[in-house]
């Protein structure tokens, strides 16, 4: 079988590092259209690939008969647009997290891809294949511990851009561990609160950080967040899930531990979320690849997070900004899943 032909939307941090991969890490696929909203990074960047060609309009590169499947790298606000071209034309889509920017038109992309009854969209929520969330997800379900009842989860980062504020720290950062909640606990969200500390002095004026963001799910399990991303230190992502008969912990970062002169113990802390997940995206990719490469068999193009999984997200990131504003617990408004999957067909 010849390679997957991919078309790469936005090529920016993750687009150009998801090519990279594509190109160097990936088996059974190549970047063959590559668009941009500034054409000359797309230009410059295809003419590095042999046999890759930048398409002007992304829409265009969407409907190219050359092109086999499209990962959408560009910011969440083009995505719905994106998602629905690439729906009508039949193409496998993997897109960066969010799905869209709002709870209306990420439902409206569920219903889309329901009604054309083919699952072709995949969300590009990678800590599902990261090997030690996949361990704690294996362990939960070999029923080993017992029930869950708590997750403890950090997430800190270094420092963010000066356009950062508190908003975006639930929809960009709060939104990986709402999606870990579902993946580890098999359950929706139904409600959030975030508690906001004294902010440290180091923040932004207006930038509230660190937040504590509680949430609830339907079988009445407890969740709670450090959100911390002006630590100046590095990117930790911690995860503790405490059950009947036990609690497990992941993201340690115990990776090599060094000794040397003068009394020095220790190891390093990853940078960002590119090296910490790294291998996370290489996997997520591949199996996105493959599902890609079997769809016509099996009838599905997704490997993990599908168009639902990106509703559900959106929506609890939208309840927790309202949970920002009021400091109250919101409940989070979702449709019955039940009323989707009645219109699959496959
Ligand atoms: N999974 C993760 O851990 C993770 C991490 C970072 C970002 N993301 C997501 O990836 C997406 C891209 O983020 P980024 O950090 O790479 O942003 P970025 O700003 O670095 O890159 C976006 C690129 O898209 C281009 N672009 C803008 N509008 C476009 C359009 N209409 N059509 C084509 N190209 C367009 C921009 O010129 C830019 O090159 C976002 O949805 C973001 O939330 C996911």
């Not at 092109?67 to 606000?77: E, K, S």
């Not at 969010?98 to 329901?114: G, Y």
């Not at 359950?187 to 180091?202: K, L, R, Y």
Request: proline share 5%.
């Amino acid at each position: 079988m010849s390679d997957s032909r991919i078309a790469v939307l936005g090529v920016g941090l993750m687009g150009a590092d998801h090519v990279a991969r594509i190109q160097s890490r990936i088996s059974g696929a190549r970047v063959a259209v590559v668009n941009d909203y500034v054409t000359d990074k797309a230009e410059q960047l295809a003419a590095s690939i042999p046999g890759c060609r930048a398409i002007v309009d992304p829409l265009d590169a969407i409907a190219d008969p050359d092109v086999d499947a499209v990962l959408l790298a560009t910011p969440g606000p083009t995505h719905e647009k994106q998602l629905l071209a690439c729906l009508e034309h039949g193409k496998p889509v993997l897109c960066e997290k969010p799905l869209t920017t709002d709870v209306e038109t990420s439902l409206a992309v569920v219903r889309r891809e329901a009604e054309l009854g083919v699952r072709l969209i995949q969300v590009g929520f990678m800590r599902r294949f990261d090997d030690e969330y996949v361990e704690l997800k294996a362990l939960i379900d070999g029923g080993e511990l017992g029930d869950p009842l708590l997750l403890h989860c950090v997430h800190r980062n270094p420092a963010v851009p000066d356009n950062f504020d508190s908003a975006m720290t639930v929809r960009d950062s709060l939104v990986h561990e709402v999606d870990v909640t579902r993946f580890l606990l098999g359950e929706e969200v139904t409600s959030i609160q975030i508690v906001t500390p004294t902010p440290n002095p180091a923040a932004r004026q207006g930038l509230f950080d660190p937040l504590i963001a509680i949430l609830r799910t339907a079988g009445g399990k407890h969740v709670d967040v450090e959100l911390f991303v002006t630590t100046g230190v590095a990117y930790e992502v911690r995860t503790e899930l405490v059950a009947e008969k036990g609690s497990a912990m992941i993201g340690l970062d115990v990776g090599l531990v060094r000794k040397s002169a003068p009394g020095h113990w220790g190891g390093t802390i990853t940078p960002s979320f590119k090296e910490r997940f790294g291998r996370a995206y290489d996997m997520e990719i591949q199996r996105w690849v493959d599902a890609v490469r079997r769809g016509g068999i099996t009838g599905t193009y997704v490997e993990g997070p599908g168009a639902w999984d990106g509703y559900a997200a959106t929506a609890v990131c939208e309840a927790g900004v309202q949970a920002l504003q009021s400091g109250q617990p919101v409940a989070v408004s979702m449709v019955e899943r039940a009323s989707i999957q009645a219109g699959w067909h496959r």
